[in-house]
């Protein structure tokens, strides 16, 4: 593996149900290595936004968590490690799928889900521990679909294997994925901000498109300009009036 720090001290479980929960717990026992790698081929119970899980077949995909700690970082700045996250997963799929025309539609589903057109191929869990105003430690999940082909009814996704009609080494995936992480969170140490915010926006799904929204069971159109600095989805209305969303505000 090419890397200075991420990846090199890495825990391999032969199953576990949530990667992060084991970050978690291993933090509160020890301080382990900055960028140590915890990954599973067999995730039972692994966690996504709004308390939904990430279902995983077994031996089909990469289910993992790094822990960093970044305490250059202010604590109101902390969306960055949203953004250079999936930022670095964007960037092993255009590297995946630079020979098709696929490529091009790698977006960044606001706030850490990464989209092939219009289906889900990856989701990040980003759980930050605070200490005063700045980030003691951060545990870093990624779920990254790879080799699965058959998916739930209900579930909106894909998977390269889907997307290329091929099937991949798990193993080289999470070591392109360390590199293209550390890449990003060196980029990120080095306070290249403008860099990192001008590439997370412009590959913002539905960035700049009228498409209808739910808020407080309200339904309207609107058009996604930005996120702020806090991690809030900007969203113009038809009247020109921008409003901002956390999360549990607004859904797709």
Known sequence: MKTLFIGQNAIVLKSIDSTNSYASELLRQIKPHDGTLIYTFDQQNGRGQRGNTWDSEPNKNATLSYI?????????????????????????????????????????????????????????????????????????????????????????????????????????????????????????????LESINTEYLQKLYQLNEWKNYTSNNDTFEGKIIGVSTFGKLQVQLRSDEVKEFYLNEIKF
């Open 68 to 192: 960093l700690y970044p305490t250059f970082l202010q604590a109101d700045k902390q969306f960055l490690l949203n953004k250079i996250t999936c930022l670095a997963v964007s960037d092993l799929m255009a590297e995946t799928l630079k020979s098709s025309d696929k490529a091009q539609n790698i977006k960044i589903k606001w706030p850490n889900d990464i989209y092939v057109g219009n289906k889900k191929i990856a989701g990040i869990l980003i759980e930050n521990t605070l200490r005063e105003n700045t980030i003691k430690n951060t545990v870093t999940g990624i779920g990254l679909n790879i080799n699965q082909t058959t998916f739930k009814t209900n579930i909106n996704a894909t998977s390269i294997a889907l997307l290329t009609n091929a099937t991949y080494d798990l193993i080289q995936f999470i070591e392109r994925l360390c590199e293209f992480m550390e890449a990003r969170y060196l980029q990120l140490k080095a306070n290249k």
